[in-house]
């Protein structure tokens, strides 16, 4: 189920690209500007819109602790805000002057790459401001970027069609036509393909182009095989040129915006419609995910913005979609923040997702929870859920334990979780003087000396 929340409909003209932070939501506009609302309540800051660029805003995004914000712009230039108090930290002129289309953060926020119509992509160093190294594309101009999430390397797309891969040091690992028409967008997905096909180094990517196609793939870079682009499969859900497209920050969720001015949600694994959004009256440019919550913006040719709302039961239900009853590994310390949410759905736990998502719970903060740490750290009121949680989390650790042992969990006795010696089986009425032995203790029937 998806839900329209709230439309903001403040910019003067099309909206070109939105971007969340943590608590931030940032659009920007044909009609120069720049403008963030907070998310606990979508009302605008107080120091937006931001102006300065004197062209059309093509592009904005956040650095990955929200401090730093990005907008690019036909009048050749990149700037960066500070996200506090709205003041300009720095103007970075691209070389040519070539109007900028597309920028993007690196993961670990010390590059900011930016693109434009030249074909140009200059990486610029995030302490100095300064350009660090630059190349450029052979034809056509750059539209899209994604970092991969590991920070290994990026992708840009550009409108002949090619995709064109780049390690940290703007080196160029791999080029190849993807769309016939050319490339509007890509992304990747945050999390790693951890199955039975790939390891944890390959992540899925998501690209869209004026063919009316999204297309995903798998990529790898390595140092004994390289760099690895694999083409996976093509959804064909939209009749026009498809403009945008973005994972949700667990992976589970992609979609996509489309000059036939509707949103396509997709399952990724199997490439299944979940949902087909209208509510638009022109294209829809761009499409974004916060990045922690399931909270998606969608921007359009009509000018407004609007902020749609995932159930969440109805995203965990996504989440296990073609996975068997949920088996933990058998280190549960290890687990990622995202096992712990699987986890928490595969227990009726859903409506406590956000909370652990909010204060970082992966495994080994999982298993160090007590009443008190739910109840004065994670603000859990109600005494029904706490207890649901430390039963479920005991339970857990008893299913582990008996995983690592190799002992299935009937030849264990219920109470002392020990392996019992000559298990007997009863059905109805026990008889009279009927012995269970167990490895440490006997339980006898009432009645029998």
Same mark, same amino acid.
Request: charged share 20%; with cysteine.
């Given at each position: 189920m998806v839900t329209l929340i709230h439309t903001l409909a403040d910019h003067g003209d099309d909206v070109n690209c939105c971007a969340f932070s943590s608590s931030l939501l940032a659009t920007c506009s044909l009609d120069k500007t720049i403008r963030l609302y907070s998310l606990n309540d979508f009302n605008e800051l107080p120091y937006s819109p931001l102006k300065v660029h004197t062209y059309a805003? &093509?592009?904005?995004?956040?650095?990955?602790?929200? =401090? +730093?914000?990005?907008?690019?712009?036909?009048?050749?230039?990149?700037?960066?805000?500070?996200? #506090?108090?709205? =003041? +300009?930290? !720095?103007?970075?002129?691209q070389p040519n002057g070539s109007p900028v289309r597309i920028c993007k953060f690196s993961p670990d926020s010390m590059y900011l790459v930016s693109g434009a119509a030249d074909g140009s992509v200059v990486s610029w160093n995030m302490q100095t401001y300064k350009l660090?190294?630059? *190349?450029?594309?052979?034809? *056509?101009? %750059?539209?899209?970027?994604?970092?991969?999430?590991?920070?290994? &390397?990026?992708?840009?797309?550009?409108?002949? *069609?090619?995709?064109?891969?780049?390690?940290? @040091?703007?080196?160029?690992? &791999?080029?190849?036509?993807a769309h016939d028409l050319g490339i509007t967008c890509c992304?990747?997905?945050? #999390?790693? $393909?951890?199955?039975?096909?790939?390891?944890? #180094?390959?992540?899925?990517? !998501?690209?869209?182009?004026?063919?009316?196609? +999204?297309k995903l793939w798998v990529t790898t870079l390595s140092d004994l095989s390289g760099f690895?682009? @694999?083409?996976?499969?093509?959804?064909?859900? &939209?009749?026009?040129?498809?403009?945008?497209?973005?994972?949700?920050?667990?992976? #589970?969720i992609l979609v996509s915006g489309s000059v036939d001015k509707s949103v396509i949600v997709y399952e990724p694994n199997t490439g299944s419609i979940l949902h087909t959004l209208t509510q638009h009256t022109r294209y829809v440019t761009t499409c974004a995910f916060a990045p922690n919550i399931l909270l998606l913006a969608t921007g359009s040719m009509d000018k407004t913005v609007n902020i749609w709302q995932f159930e969440l039961k109805a995203h965990c239900q996504v989440s296990q979609a073609d996975k068997p009853e949920h088996e933990p590994k058998q280190f549960i310390e290890t687990w990622s923040e995202e096992e712990v949410s699987s986890w928490l759905c595969a227990q009726g736990l859903e409506d406590l997702v956000s909370i652990f998502k909010m204060n970082n719970i992966d495994g080994k903060? %999982?298993?160090?929870?007590?009443?008190?740490?739910?109840?004065?750290?994670l603000k859990i009121e109600s005494l029904g859920l706490r207890s649901k949680v430390l039963r479920k989390i005991e339970e857990l650790k008893v299913k582990v334990k008996s995983l690592s042992s190799g $002992?299935?969990?009937?030849?264990?006795?219920? $109470?002392?979780?020990? %392996?019992?010696k000559e298990p007997v089986i009863a059905s109805g009425i026990f008889p009279s003087k009927r012995i269970f032995k167990l490895s440490h203790c006997s339980v006898r029937s009432k009645g029998s000396k």
């Open positions: 805003v &093509h592009c904005c995004c956040f650095s990955p602790s929200g =401090h +730093i914000l990005a907008s690019c712009s036909t009048d050749g230039t990149t700037v960066l805000w500070n996200t #506090q108090t709205g =003041h +300009i930290l !720095a103007v970075l002129n660090f190294r630059c *190349g450029s594309v052979k034809d *056509g101009s %750059l539209v899209a970027c994604a970092f991969c999430p590991n920070g290994s &390397h990026f992708v840009t797309g550009s409108s002949c *069609g090619d995709l064109t891969v780049w390690d940290d @040091k703007m080196r160029c690992l &791999h080029s190849e036509k992304d990747f997905s945050s #999390q790693p $393909i951890s199955d039975d096909d790939y390891g944890p #180094q390959f992540f899925r990517m !998501a690209s869209c182009g004026q063919d009316c196609q +999204i690895e682009l @694999k083409y996976k499969c093509t959804l064909s859900g &939209h009749s026009a040129p498809v403009l945008s497209c973005a994972f949700s920050y667990d992976g #589970q903060e %999982l298993l160090n929870l007590t009443k008190e740490s739910l109840t004065d750290d $002992i299935p969990d009937e030849f264990l006795c219920p $109470i002392t979780r020990e %392996l019992m």
